[in-house]
């Protein structure tokens, strides 16, 4: 039985993750469960799965919590952590065989490089770790013998068409994209849509940041950069192709010109479950990809004029450094201000661009640099708002 450890338990990708323990029950033991603010989802989650140790955010959730457990007369109580401490806590459980990081932002580093230094595998949905501190994570998991397996749809599809390839016959890697809930609207379109609006996407049911993120198209822009260091690519052999449909998950062509696709309909499970089963597939309650029903598929070339967030993606991987950290925090405050109602949606963009360019780029940060470009970067966005 493998025993497991979820940062982000009350999120999407950490309730679909605990779907797929609900329905492996003989597979896997939940140990351990961080959540934010939504202790009425954890309470829930602690009643079905009884983990040792959970963690929320404040101090004051965490003994409105105890309280609130004490009332329900469990027959064991978990212990309760919160803060950065408890996120580390959790990680590191000294049971937990796998990590599923699955918070948002950069809160998520620190628990999962701890995790690392602890031998533990990596399940990983957070964007934010690779994209900030790629080079650090990357290599302490080489260092530990560990693996980072991908947990978003792209990765894994790419990571699924690898298994048995000679890494070195990759010719490119084509990530695809569905352009989110603004695809088909101009850029003058765009001036005036509004945050319920962003928040409607196609095809994926996710939390409110990334679905704003893969409408300014900033999602994607990540996903390149997790490519490059999940699979050592350089950034000149990876593309990205928009695709309505959300049916192809990613593509790597070999120097062969053979192009190898992982499908299946939008379902976040299905990439979850491979990653915690990994190297092994289990069934999965989730609907057959019917190709005759479905008919045809759409792609259509990335647009860097009508997308700049993703063009900046390339240009900041390439600069390397604590410039990407910056890319990072500057998007986490736009999204923000957005969903705050503060700016435009436009703005984000704006905003990003502004700080970008006021940035003085370190070239070989250690994880302190890195955190203080990302409070620099997060200091100078928010001053934006007060001009």
Known sequence: MKKLAILGSTGSIGTSSLDVIRQHREEFQVVALAAGTNITILMEQIKEFQPELVSVASAELATQLRHSLQEQALSSLPEIHYGDEGLIAVATHPAAEVVVTAVVGTMGLRPTLAAIRQGKNIALANKETLVA????????????????????????????????????????????ASGGAFRDLTRDELEH??????????????????????????????????????????????????????????????????????????????????????????????????????????????????????????????????????????????????????????????????????HENLSHPELDDIFAADRWARRIASSFMME
């Open 133 to 176: 501190a790629g080079h650090l994570v990357m290599q302490e998991a080489e260092e530990q013998g560990v693996s980072v397996v991908p947990v978003d749809s792209e990765h894994s599809a790419i990571f699924q068409v690898l298994q048995g390839e000679n890494q070195r016959a990759i010719q490119r890697i084509i990530l695809t």
């Open 193 to 358: 849509v509004t945050v319920e609006g962003a928040l409607n996407h196609p095809n994926w049911r996710m939390g409110a940041k990334v679905t704003i993120d893969s409408a300014t198209m900033m999602n994607k822009g990540f996903e390149v950069m997790e490519a490059h260091w999940f699979f050592k690519m350089p950034y000149s052999h990876i593309e990205v192709l928009l695709h309505d449909e959300s049916i192809i998950h990613s593509m790597v062509e070999f120097r062969d010109q053979a192009i190898l696709a992982q499908l299946g309909t939008p379902d976040m499970r299905v990439p979850i479950q491979f990653a915690l089963t990994y190297p092994d597939r289990l069934p999965l309650n989730s609907q057959s990809l019917n190709l005759a029903q479905l008919g045809t598929l759409h792609f259509r070339p990335m647009d860097f004029d009508r997308y700049p967030c993703i063009k900046w993606a390339f240009e900041v991987g390439e600069m390397g450094g604590t410039m990407p950290a910056v890319f990072n925090a500057a998007n986490e405050i736009a999204v923000a201000s957005f969903l705050d109602g503060r700016i435009s949606f436009l703005s984000i963009e704006n905003m990003i661009e502004a700080v970008l360019e006021k």
